[in-house]
């Protein structure tokens, strides 16, 4: 079965920028503009989505489900494909108490893409990798012959997606750093780097679950967990799509400076981490650009 929006595409484009707090630093500034490889599913969304909607098609399912917050970009990437492929969307979102208020933008747009979306209580949300309390929140949301994807996108075929982002880079970069939220797309591209190449994650939100998430899914995925990548705390300026001012100044500023536009929640954070490390003189690092605003 030939599904055109998940073929594989060329390599998304690596662009220099000469930034002076870079450049008196002796450090050499890409970007990986993985915003430009797919032009609905961005980034790591279309890197990770694409094997999985592949295995869904392909077993016959006519349903996936998935889950994410009230500003998931993995609720929209999931509804957009939905939408492309003519398959049925359902989002699981965190929190009751939005049932019934007005959708925000990013819901909204899930919503006018086809996805049907079911609220339910954070506390019930925490618990929905346990295999019996997902079975139940999937009946509770209408799903019949559904696949479910996990929040974030990231399991084991996620991984392969992300690790052709690293093999991508192979020759191209001393370090290559990205913004985490599941810690999927760090787990994948770190695993396809070459082996004299490092993988930095920065955690948009608050919380020491990334390292032991990452290990295990490269296990599932790779059969063990790789060296090569480390986490950068203390960027997520107050949590999960918490923008306060100062990171949006920065944000306008990049933009302004080398006419990129800068997605607030996750590449924002991670493009100001990169301006606060001490990398050493004479490295070359890639901020790989994961989606649009």
Known sequence: ???????????????????????????????????LVHPELPG?????????????????HDQVVTFGGAYSNHLRATAAAGRLLGIETIGIVRG????????????????ADGMRLHFVSRSRYR????????AQLVHEAGAGNAYVVPEGGS??????????????????????????????????????????????????????????EIRSLQQAAFGAP???????????????ARVP???????????????LPVERIYVAKLLWALTALPFPPGTTVTAIITGRP
């Open 226 to 240: 790789t060296p090569n990548w480390t986490l950068a705390e203390g960027f997520h300026h107050g949590g999960y």
């Open 44 to 60: 790591n969304k279309w890197r990770k989505l694409a094997p999985n909607l592949r295995a869904a098609l392909e077993a016959g």
């Open 96 to 111: 009751d108490e939005l049932a019934g208020r007005p959708l925000n933008d990013s819901l909204a747009r899930c919503a």
């Open 245 to 259: 001012p100062e990171l949006d100044r920065f944000a306008a500023d990049f933009e302004t400076r080398h006419n």
């Open 127 to 134: 618990a929905k990798s346990a295999p019996e309390t997902q």
């Open 1 to 35: 079965m030939d599904h055109p929006e998940l073929r594989p595409r060329p390599p998304s484009p690596l662009q220099e920028v000469h930034d002076e707090r870079f450049e008196q630093r002796g450090v050499r500034l890409l970007l990986k503009r993985d915003d």
């Open 155 to 212: 399991n084991a075929l996620a991984l392969t997606g992300c690790a052709e982002l690293g093999r991508e880079l192979n020759g191209l970069t001393d370090i290559a750093a990205v913004a985490c939220g599941t810690g999927g797309t760090l787990a994948g591209l770190a695993a396809g780097l070459a082996p004299d190449q490092r993988a930095l994650g920065v955690p948009v939100l608050a919380g020491a679950f990334l390292p032991e």
